[in-house]
């Protein structure tokens, strides 16, 4: 059996020299908690509503990379694929709030959200007001009927550079911001597709294995069970499928305008991620679908998982405007 | 059993989980993310330490359960450190005051414990959670609740590791497990397990130490 390999210092310390590389990799523009884990951004505007995320490390740049200018303003790390404590949320908010009050956004995973309610909890208690909004945006956990059960995956980067904008250019109150994030969350859509597991830092073999001829469709980034293990086939097939899923799902129509995020779940080449890019053009030009915007790269990833996702954001006149804005931050320049 | 001796048992506990690893993360690999076992290590080795601190004071019983809660709750992160942290901090301040475990004292520990679970997590029996344990554990000991504690525990443990047990008939309903539907059939839920873990160490150390009754 195969063993996973992994260039690391020691298993325990990752996620604190992922933190400290981030810190290098940022130029300065972060301040850090060590005691907490957490990092937020320098130069907060006094008037400007803070939006907060956490998560378990192992998704890299998600989600601490989308700190910046026009991006989210506080992070709190989690163990790999492990929710942050109630105290690394709390320190971090209260370091970085500026008294316009809190968007808690972060994916929606039982342990975020327990972690993430007994913070607002506690911070009720010192008059720090939050808003809580969880990204549901991967089609494959759970279907239309139950979209709150969904989990939060790569459409994410969306909903930060929306609610971003919005909080530091627009001055958006918290309510407003809510409402915002909460609508761009209704307009997105991931589907992600595996090709083989991972593994933990610690763990000595791989948290599941498939088949040399096997695909799971509908995968989550801690290599949670998608819809379906399928036979391995092309590229064209595979995006076909997943488009398809995707337009059905909200759906999209034609004369839609989208945003597409193409993102590598952690170890696929970057030939395979513009053929995929490609083909998904294709196939959203075929139905009128008009692209306003594609990325493609790393954005938020399952350690070194085999396989990518599609994330589709679909714009209004508000969204447009806010999606247009520039941000600076380590996973996303625009 | 007074606070010093109730400090013990935890401290025999906390050893026992953290050796407790990687039959966690086995278990968890199966049907989870794979991280459990590391986090219940990474939880009760904080509270191995804690417990060892020539400066650790608890008050009474109550205290010293609100204090190892707050400790996984703080060091482990995730659902676990969410839902343990909250069973023993809400369990403990369910008996302020009280300077022994008696069956009795464990019951009240328990069933309010499960209580507070309930409303942070949601979950309830049926559910493939760690709440199958506990609801079994803190029904059998408010049966048990006027026999010796070393019988009651000994009980308790019992009926926790039946409840995790039959945690593999159970579909899930949260966690990684809700994804896999009917393929976590047969497979008993890591948290469940960890729970009936707790019990069966605290209940061993009372059997093997001096009876305390």
Not at chain 1, 170 to 196: E, F, P
Not at chain 2, 60 to 79: E, H, R, V, Y
Not at chain 2, 127 to 155: F, G, H, R, S, Y
Request: charged fraction near 20%.
């Amino acid at each position: 059996m195969r063993k996973p390999k992994k260039l690391l210092n020691h298993p325990d310390h990752v996620r604190r020299e992922v933190m400290r590389g981030l810190t290098c990799a940022y130029n300065g523009q972060l301040t850090t908690l060590n005691d907490h884990c957490a990092v937020y951004r320098r130069n907060i505007a006094a008037d400007q509503v803070i939006i907060v995320s956490g998560g378990g490390s192992g998704h890299e740049p998600t989600f601490a990379g989308f700190i910046g200018k026009g991006g989210i303003d506080a992070c709190a790390l989690g163990e790999v694929f492990t929710s942050p404590s109630p105290d690394q949320i709390i320190a971090v908010t209260q370091a970085a709030h500026t008294g316009q009050g809190v968007l808690f956004l972060y994916g929606n995973y039982a342990g975020d959200g327990m972690n993430f309610d007994i913070a607002a909890e506690i911070l009720a208690e010192s008059g720090i007001q939050t808003r809580t909004l969880r990204a549901t945006d991967d089609i494959a956990s759970a279907p239309p009927s139950r979209i709150n059960d969904r989990r939060g995956v790569g459409g994410i980067m969306f909903l930060y550079k929306i609610a971003g904008s919005a909080a530091q250019y627009q001055h958006y109150n918290l309510t407003q911001l809510h409402t915002l994030t909460s609508k761009a969350n209704q307009h997105t859509r991931t589907i992600g597709v595996a090709l083989d597991g991972c593994a933990l830092p610690q763990a000595s073999r791989f948290n599941f294995e498939l088949a040399e001829d096997e695909i799971e469709m509908g995968i989550g980034i801690h290599g949670e069970a998608g819809l379906s293990r399928q036979k391995m086939t092309s590229m064209d097939e595979t995006v076909v499928e997943m488009v398809d899923r995707l337009c059905t799902d909200l759906p999209y129509q034609s004369g839609d305008r989208l945003c597409v995020a193409i993102n590598n779940l952690g170890a696929l080449s970057n030939t395979e991620l513009l053929i995929a890019a490609g083909k998904v053009g294709q196939e959203l030009d075929k139905r009128g679908i008009i692209i306003h915007d594609m990325v493609s790269g790393h954005f938020c990833t399952a350690l070194e998982m085999a396989g990518f996702s599609i994330s589709f954001l679909k714009l209004d006149a508000e969204l447009q405007a806010l999606y247009d804005m520039p941000c600076d931050t380590l996973g996303w320049r625009k | 059993m007074n606070v010093n001796e109730t400090q013990a048992m935890l401290y025999f506990t906390a050893e026992k989980m953290v050796e407790s690893e990687p039959t966690l993360t086995a278990l968890d690999q199966v049907i989870g993310d794979g991280d459990h076992g590391i986090g219940m290590q990474r939880g009760f080795a904080a509270v191995r330490q804690q417990l060892q601190d020539p400066a650790f004071q608890a008050h009474d019983i109550g205290d010293l359960f609100n204090q190892i809660g707050t400790k996984l709750m703080t060091t482990m992160g995730g659902a676990s450190g969410a839902i343990f942290g909250t069973l023993f901090r809400a369990g403990g301040k369910s008996i302020p005051g009280e300077t022994q475990l008696t069956s009795q004292v464990l019951a009240t520990l328990l069933n309010q414990g499960w209580r507070a679970v309930h409303q942070r997590g949601q979950a309830k029996p049926g559910d493939k959670t760690m709440v199958d344990a506990l609801a079994a554990a803190a029904q059998t000991a408010q049966a048990e609740a006027t026999k010796p504690l070393d019988q009651a525990l000994a009980a308790v443990a019992k009926a926790a590791m039946a409840g995790a047990e039959q945690t593999q008939t159970m579909i899930a309903v949260f966690g990684r497990a809700k994804n896999l539907g009917e393929r976590a059939l047969g497979h008993i839920d890591p948290g469940a397990m960890s729970m009936a873990y707790i019990l069966t160490f605290m209940s061993d150390y009372v059997r093997h130490s001096a009876r305390y009754t």
